[in-house]
């Protein structure tokens, strides 16, 4: 058990540093940038008819002229005291912002997450298991057009088929649009949330699947099902006895590892179907400049992301007897 | 009596690739023809690579899928074809396989040994059998990384008695065990035979074969090359092929004289006797024939033109 | 035997998919000028034997424009891979041979790009280069040489324990003549795989930021671009706009996945036996 904490201790530091890294690097890429932040927002002919008071105000609610490491330091500071700044586009402390549109985001992600979890996970057992037959050859085109696929254009070609051609599904945004907060119900929630989710979980089954099938084929081969077969345990009882089983703790580092491409694959898919999560907010920072926004988004996805690969290193300790019982021999 | 298990001219091959596109068709064993008689230990020795597990392997119908097997397999007697092998593997004709990597690492040996079955009968049978080796109850609970290598031998040994198995296939079930745990895991197998089972004991080391078995069948390059009594290698001039002499004389209370040269790879062989580029009696007559038979001689069989001639070892 | 010769097939369909890849990327350089080109006279067409893929709203070719675009994918494609997987053949070998400190730096860095998802750390990087062509193969480069890198490492880490390699040192040979002579020619077919499976991942994560407006301007026929502005024009029932480009991108980079692992396949000295 010491040994245990120990490892989870190790790992939240690294991951602080980490975080503190992903924080800097952010920064300074968004420093190096030749955009100026007050023509991409208030644009040239705006400018020109401004006084130069009105600009010198201007330049200094969007960080204009105060050296990086002085910003730096100041912003470092203040999230050390909970304070993530103030988004300049929304006018609204980043953590609300981020926060309301995580909220958004999270069932997708979870959604999506879970499927491509579970499905990925039976697919590839199901092509290791049928290996070279019709059906791994299915299964395996399947995860390879899929792989091939720009998540964002499968969004378009959902929402093409689904809600232009057949209708059955809204176009777009998480609620009808020009009603009432209040008056929104979970069905229309869910109608406007169905497509996001169903293009994340087709392009995270893919990859999911196609590693668990590489695994499952190492399994199949291995000895020890082979000394199953050979003690006339059936096929079946050797892919769900052993395969399944061997497969799973691979299984648990993919699925941490998956966080950040669900992540990735949210940016693209919110932006399709204008769906107002935490993808559409860092496009929405990044084109327009919104330094603390797009910092702060950065850094909360990051930290979910390693967060997702910390808590898969910590299952696997829990679920892999060499470690577990390793560990408690110490 | 009839032998449990007996086989005739069996050859197996597989199909691969080598260099680029180029596909060829292997040939690792070749013309292969042995009995086992219950209660006999009929040992096969050959050097490592000359494809002794997958007889092993194509005995019990688990060989990879690029295989091709010809010949005949009896089992009591009737031929073994692939659904009656799926019924009694595991039951009347077990596997004894090398070493730990062939128990799933992450299961419990007992949960293993009793492939899924729950019964309290089950139970009981298995904690019997793993009693017989001095394995306890709390065997049982370890995962196979807490084996020691002893352990791991006998615990498969315990699965293969556990079923009153009629033939039992042994794969090089000692290597990297120390000479006095080797000698009980061989004890063990002795005893099984003598209840009345038929054991293949297939290994690389032709001292412990001969110690062990009743008869042993030599290998070489993919081919039978003698089959001797356990009782002629205690006098090399009972032997009866040079190969089989020239490993007499390299056992080390015989001199430890090394084999000179190599076998051949299955890819590379020519026609003739194969032994032919080791063989220092070799004759013209050894490489013009296409095949060289495996035939009877002085109670057991030998594949040489000129057996039990003496080489100026 | 009843699969026929699989080295051969794999040997042929490579031929094929250069072939195809290479014809692509040639026609869309020809294609440039009639990608842009507008003629409102030909405007909004569907798909039909004059116009291959239809036309647009200000009635450009979209056949031409698809082309083009490809073309542009292909090409940035290929020099981002090209760049990230130099950068992790590099890093990786730095890694494994220069000292634990190094090791640990380049590890660090590693960790620290795959905490950002991809796509993220594209649009930084896009952003902090000015958006535009820079911006997209700065971006797509510096996010995809950490798995690749970690590959290289491992395997470099391994083969400095094989025995030749222990030998070569004691015999005091440099250690940039072992890299060199010894572990170079040793880890080259894996490296060679993997900067080959870089390039679906290079293509689409270009398409995507740019799709998102990060990347290649909108004056540029890029399928990101084409896909982006066909948004606006899907409710009216345009789906011309959308399907052939994307589906030819889907080719496009399904040509790559599936060489790259029929590369792999060859390449692999177990696959032998399948």
């Keep these: 058990m010491r040994h245990r904490l120990e490892f989870t201790g190790k790992k939240l530091f690294r991951m602080g540093v980490l975080?503190?890294?992903?924080?800097?690097?952010?920064?300074?890429?968004?420093?190096?940038?030749?955009?100026?932040?007050?023509?991409?927002?208030?644009?040239?002919?705006?400018?020109?008819?401004?006084?130069?008071?009105?600009?010198?105000?201007?330049?200094?609610?969007?960080?204009?002229?105060?050296?990086?490491?002085?910003?730096?330091?100041?912003?470092?500071?203040?999230v050390c005291h909970g304070d993530f700044g103030t988004s300049l586009l929304y006018r609204q402390?980043?953590?609300?912002?981020?926060?309301?549109?995580?909220?958004?985001?999270?069932?997708?992600?979870?959604?999506?997450?879970?499927?491509s979890g579970v499905l990925g996970l039976a697919l590839g057992v199901a092509a290791g298991a049928f290996r070279g037959r019709w059906q791994d050859r299915l299964i395996r085109g399947y995860c390879l057009v899929i792989t091939s696929t720009p998540a964002f254009w499968l969004a378009i070609l959902l929402l093409l088929i689904f809600s232009v051609w057949l209708g059955w599904l809204p176009?777009?945004?998480?609620?009808?649009?020009?009603?009432?907060?209040?008056?929104?119900?979970?069905?229309?929630?869910?109608?406007?949330?169905?497509?996001?989710?169903?293009?994340?979980?087709?392009?995270?089954?893919?990859?999911?699947?196609?590693?668990t099938r590489e695994k499952m084929v190492d399994v199949m081969e291995s000895d020890y099902v082979l000394f199953a077969r050979a003690r006339g345990e059936s096929a079946r009882s050797a892919v769900l006895r052993h395969g399944l089983r061997n497969v799973i703790l691979p299984g648990i580092t993919l699925q941490g590892a998956s966080v950040s491409e669900i992540i990735g694959g949210s940016v693209l898919v919110e932006q399709v179907f204008s769906y107002p999560g935490l993808g559409?907010?860092?496009?929405?920072?990044?084109?327009?400049?919104?330094?603390?926004?797009?910092?702060?988004?950065?850094?909360?996805?990051?930290?979910?992301?390693?967060?997702?690969?910390l808590a898969a290193d910590l299952v696997y300790g829990a679920v892999d007897p060499r470690i577990r019982k390793g560990a408690a021999g110490r | 009596m009839e032998p449990v298990l007996q086989i005739k001219h069996l050859s197996i091959d597989f199909t691969r690739y080598e260099r680029g596109t180029k596909r060829r068709r292997l040939t690792v064993i070749r013309d292969l023809s042995l009995e086992i008689y219950p209660g006999q230990v009929v040992a096969v020795a050959g050097a490592s690579g000359s494809g002794k597990s997958l007889l092993a392997h194509s005995i019990l119908d688990i060989l990879p899928h690029n295989s091709h097997v010809e010949g005949e397999i009896l089992y009591d007697g009737t031929l073994l074809t692939p659904e009656r092998i799926e019924r009694l593997r595991g039951s009347e004709i077990v596997l004894v396989p090398q070493g730990v990597s062939y128990l799933d690492p992450l299961m419990k040996v007992?949960?293993?040994?009793?492939?899924?079955?729950?019964?309290?009968?089950?139970?009981?049978?298995?904690?019997?059998?793993?009693?017989?080796?001095?394995?306890?109850?709390?065997?049982?609970?370890?995962?196979p990384f807490e084996l020691s290598g002893g352990m791991a031998r006998r615990v498969m040994i315990a699965s293969a008695s556990a079923e009153s198995p009629r033939l039992i296939i042994a794969d090089e079930p000692t290597p990297g065990l120390d000479a006095g745990t080797a000698g009980r895991i061989l004890g063990h197998f002795r005893e099984l035979a003598d209840e009345g089972a038929g054991i293949l004991f297939i290994t690389h080391d032709l001292e412990l074969a001969s110690e062990v078995a009743?008869?042993?069948?030599?290998?070489?390059?993919?081919?039978?090359?003698?089959?001797?009594?356990?009782?002629?290698?205690?006098?090399?001039?009972?032997?009866?092929?040079?190969?089989?002499?020239?490993?007499?004389?390299?056992?080390?209370?015989?001199g430890f004289k090394p084999v000179q040269g190599s076998q051949p790879y299955p890819g590379q062989l020519r026609s003739g006797c194969h032994f032919a580029g080791q063989c220092e009696t070799c004759r013209e007559e050894c490489l013009e024939r296409e095949t060289i038979p495996l035939r009877p001689y002085d109670g057991g069989r030998v594949r040489c033109l000129y057996p039990k001639e003496e080489g100026q070892v | 035997m009843k699969n026929g010769n699989r080295r051969r097939n794999a040997a042929v369909f490579l031929i094929c998919a250069a072939v195809i890849l290479l014809a692509v990327t040639?026609?869309?350089?020809?294609?440039?000028?009639?990608?842009?080109?507008?003629?409102?006279?030909?405007?909004?067409?569907?798909?039909?034997?004059?116009?291959?893929?239809?036309?647009?709203?200000?009635?450009?070719?979209?056949?031409?424009?698809?082309?083009?675009?490809?073309?542009?994918?292909?090409?940035?494609?290929?020099?981002?891979?090209?760049?990230?997987?130099?950068?992790?053949?590099?890093?990786?070998?730095?890694?494994?041979?220069?000292?634990?400190?190094?090791?640990?730096?380049?590890?660090?860095?590693?960790?620290?790009?795959?905490?950002?998802?991809?796509?993220?750390?594209?649009?930084?990087?896009?952003?902090?280069?000015?958006r535009g062509f820079a911006g997209v193969v700065a971006g797509v480069a510096l996010s995809h040489w950490p798995s690749l890198a970690r590959v290289i490492r491992g395997e470099v880490i391994q083969l400095r324990q094989a025995p030749y390699i222990l030998t070569a040192d004691k015999l005091g040979v440099s250690r940039l003549k072992i890299v060199r002579r010894h572990m170079l020619p040793h880890i080259m077919p894996q490296f060679l795989i993997g900067m080959v499976l870089l390039f679906p991942h290079a293509i689409l994560h270009e398409a995507g930021v740019t799709f998102l407006g990060f990347g290649l301007s909108s004056e540029q026929p890029a399928i990101g671009v084409i896909l982006s502005e066909s948004m606006g024009y899907l409710t009216t029932g345009k789906w011309w706009l959308a399907l052939f480009p994307g589906a030819a991108l889907v080719l496009v980079v399904l040509l790559f996945s599936v060489a790259g692992e029929y590369i792999r396949r060859l390449a692999d000295p177990a696959s032998a036996h399948e």
């Design chain 3, 26 to 130: 040639a026609s869309g350089i020809l294609l440039e000028e009639a990608a842009v080109e507008t003629d409102f006279a030909e405007k909004n067409l569907p798909p039909s034997n004059r116009a291959l893929f239809g036309t647009d709203w200000m009635g450009r070719d979209m056949f031409a424009r698809t082309l083009a675009g490809l073309s542009l994918s292909i090409r940035i494609g290929v020099l981002t891979a090209v760049v990230s997987g130099i950068a992790a053949l590099l890093l990786g070998i730095a890694a494994a041979t220069l000292g634990r400190k190094v090791d640990a730096v380049i590890s660090w860095c590693i960790d620290l790009v795959m905490g950002i998802p991809h796509i993220l750390l594209v649009m930084l990087v896009s952003i902090a280069c000015g």
């Design chain 1, 19 to 78: 975080l503190l890294g992903v924080s800097l690097v952010t920064f300074l890429l968004m420093c190096a940038s030749p955009l100026d932040p007050l023509q991409t927002n208030v644009g040239q002919t705006a400018l020109g008819s401004m006084s130069p008071e009105q600009v010198e105000k201007l330049e200094a609610y969007w960080g204009v002229g105060i050296p990086p490491a002085q910003r730096y330091i100041g912003w470092l500071w203040d």
């Design chain 2, 214 to 254: 009743d008869r042993v069948v030599v290998f070489y390059a993919g081919e039978t090359i003698e089959e001797a009594r356990a009782e002629d290698f205690a006098d090399v001039a009972c032997l009866r092929h040079p190969y089989t002499k020239a490993l007499w004389y390299a056992m080390p209370k015989h």
């Design chain 1, 171 to 211: 176009i777009g945004l998480a609620v009808p649009a020009g009603t009432d907060a209040s008056s929104v119900t979970l069905a229309d929630r869910l109608a406007h949330a169905v497509l996001p989710a169903l293009t994340l979980g087709i392009t995270g089954v893919a990859n999911i699947a196609l590693h």
């Design chain 1, 280 to 309: 559409q907010a860092a496009v929405t920072a990044g084109l327009g400049s919104d330094m603390p926004l797009l910092l702060g988004i950065t850094v909360i996805t990051a930290a979910i992301v390693f967060a997702g690969n």
């Design chain 1, 93 to 115: 402390p980043v953590l609300e912002v981020v926060g309301e549109r995580l909220a958004n985001s999270a069932g997708l992600m979870f959604f999506a997450w879970v499927i």
């Design chain 2, 110 to 143: 007992g949960t293993q040994l009793r492939k899924g079955k729950k019964d309290p009968g089950t139970k009981e049978r298995y904690r019997i059998a793993l009693n017989r080796y001095g394995l306890g109850e709390e065997t049982e609970e370890l995962y």
